[in-house]
């Protein structure tokens, strides 16, 4: 492909050089620029790629997008001056690939809680209608039922052009897509054509990246600034913020609640660990998911496939059968009927969601044992408050390690403690190793009790000083509770 094709859509500040050159591949990584490239020079966290242009030349880069123009002393490469490299390389990833989103339908979810459900759901919902669809989600990337690893909840604009390439090369007509704040605020879904967005919730998250909850909110809305107007935004008005996602939206505005009036509605009529049972749309249906947060999350799919012009009794019993994403209120029960769930709850709001739905469907005998820990080189303000709620909701817990990342994990934990009451710290022990900690909690439990294992949910890994070595709570859940005889 030709510079002057990919650069359509593109504002040119300043071009230094020629258009007319034929293209070998797109980067931003100054490591991996071969002949014929593309180096986007961009201004990360880490590091700034403009300190890298001269390296790029001389691995044959013919192309530099920049935001400051360098000395120019090789007028064998072509320069052009951006506002924002981050937007170019949306923009021309999408040229790159053939802007596959305007190929197919594609959703975005976002929102601090319930993306990857939603996403999860929808996706297993469409292939069940008879559609060939694909997934960008925190767990796994589906096309069809081919399975792509997942390295972040949005993929880089390079990458996730590619695959949607893929999935219009496979005959997807839909692909459902988390849409993280992060992507919005680093641009990686900038030039992407969105059929509809999905508005879940917004609690406290990311502090780290966003440093306010207005710049986190912020990022959060401009996913719904940016829909055009053949699109539907669908938002959930129980969530003080769900109103705000709308206020500028070119797109359609729908909206979803269980607790007052709105264009799609459902009540909780029952909440066992069996599932729920919902009236939706005045329509009396059993579910197997659990807990009042899926109930949003089933009534979010509910309403967009009906905004994707979809049969309202197909929709309802096929949503009946499905189970959710991994390490979602993921639950066990061992022999001695002892209740293990593990799930991704790894913000306050999350795990006080989970052990609300617990402490509404248990009987009241039954202790609550939550095993909890935090993210390393994240936001360390939300430690003390996850603790707190941890200790407000369980009988017993266990603050542990989690992912520490580059951390020292008992600062992290110390962190954490600093949010235990002293009425709370007789019932609260630390256990720096993650999997003792999941040991003591099922040596502690007796029958009819029940472990919460939080923070995790599906990774497969616990990554400590930048190794990633394999750690699975599910798996050592089973082992604790149902050991081989």
Known sequence: MQLQDLLYGVTIKELVGRTDREINELTFDSRKVTTNDVFFAIVGTAADGHLFINQTVEQGAKVIICENLPEIDNFDVTYVKVDNSSVALGIMAGNFYGNPSKELKLI????????????????????????????????????????????????????????????????????FMEVSSHAVAQHRIEGLAFSGGIFSNLTHDHLDFHKTFESYLKAKKAFFDGLPKSAFALTNIDDKNGMVMLQNTKAYKKTYALKQLADFKAKIIENQFSGLHLDIDNEDVYFKLVGSFNAYNLLAVYGAAILLEQDKLKVLTLLSRLTGAEGRFDYITSPDKIIGIVDYAHTPDAVQNVLSTIANIRKGTEQVITVIGCGGDRDKTKRPVMAQVACDWSDKVILTSDNPRTEDPQTIINEMEEGVSPTNKRKTISILDRKEAIKTACHLAQSGDIILVAGKGHEKYQEINGVRNHFDDKEILLEQLNPRS
């Open 108 to 175: 975005g979810i976002t929102g601090t809680n319930g993306k990857t459900t939603i996403a999860t759901i929808l996706f297993k919902l469409f292939k069940d209608l008879g559609y060939k669809t694909g997934l960008l989600s925190t767990v796994e990337n589906y096309i069809n039922d081919v399975i792509v690893a997942a390295t972040h909840t949005t993929p880089n604009p390079i990458a996730l052009n590619g695959l949607l390439r893929d999935m219009v090369n496979a005959g997807c007509d839909y692909c």
